[in-house]
């Protein structure tokens, strides 16, 4: 008599075919895909869609005295004056020291600021994020390294060479009055304008002797 033998083998590999094709679509199955299409018919072409995207950042560059484009300096310039008394009534020129003596009628002296041209700094602004406004800050006002006396920042005046690059006015405290650089490219959008500023010192009053300190902060804002 014929023993029949049980399938219990190709059972079991079928199960481990079917196990094996089950992993391997899991597997398949977490892919990412781009967009896809099959010709079916002889002649018709198969299309595949892909989406482009551009970010360009928008930016403000703004330089005052040391500096080149497009590298941040971190130079904090000066500009210094110098006020000269001439005493009046005098034939003579007083000489600077103590203890001399000189010629006066008695009538106050007059001061010259010196440099009589003023400070020439460079100026540049370069942004392609629409238009761009300057303006200054004064936190405190130009004080004596030797008494309490000041001098408002707003006696420092700014005058610029070009009117596509104007100088904000100097205030006395806080923030001034904005004013607004003239874009170069597609409208509004992209600016490129150089100038130089000139700083001078008003000395509309005489006050005591010292040295008086201050800063002003120029910003350049853009939408």
Do not use: H
Not at 61 to 77: A, C, E, H, K, M
Not at 178 to 187: I, N
Not at 198 to 210: E, H
């Amino acid at each position: 008599m014929r023993r029949v033998r049980p399938r219990r083998r190709a059972v079991r590999w079928t199960a481990a075919l079917a196990a094996a094709g089950l992993a391997g679509l899991a597997c398949f199955s977490n892919r990412a895909w781009a967009d896809q299409s099959t010709g079916l018919t002889l002649g018709v072409p198969a299309n595949a869609n892909l989406k482009f995207t551009v970010n360009i950042d928008k930016f403000v560059f703004f330089r005052l005295g040391t500096g080149v484009f497009p590298v941040q300096s971190g130079t904090i310039d000066s500009a210094a004056f110098t006020l000269t008394p001439t005493i009046p009534g005098g034939p003579t020129t007083p000489v600077v020291a103590n203890n001399t003596a000189a010629n006066w009628n008695g009538a106050a002296p007059t001061f010259t600021v010196s440099p009589a041209a003023g400070v020439k700094l460079a100026v540049e602004v370069r942004s392609n994020a629409g238009q761009v406004s300057l303006y200054a800050t004064a936190s405190t006002p130009l004080t004596s390294t030797t008494s309490a006396s000041t001098i408002p920042m707003s006696e420092i005046t700014v005058a610029s060479d070009s009117p596509a690059l104007p100088a904000p006015a100097i205030p006395n405290a806080g923030a001034g009055a904005s004013v607004t650089v003239t874009p170069t490219a597609f409208g509004t959008l992209v600016t490129q304008q150089a100038a130089n500023w000139t700083f001078s010192y008003a000395n509309l009053t005489n006050r005591p002797a010292g040295v008086y300190n201050g800063q002003v902060t120029f910003t350049a804002s853009s939408p």
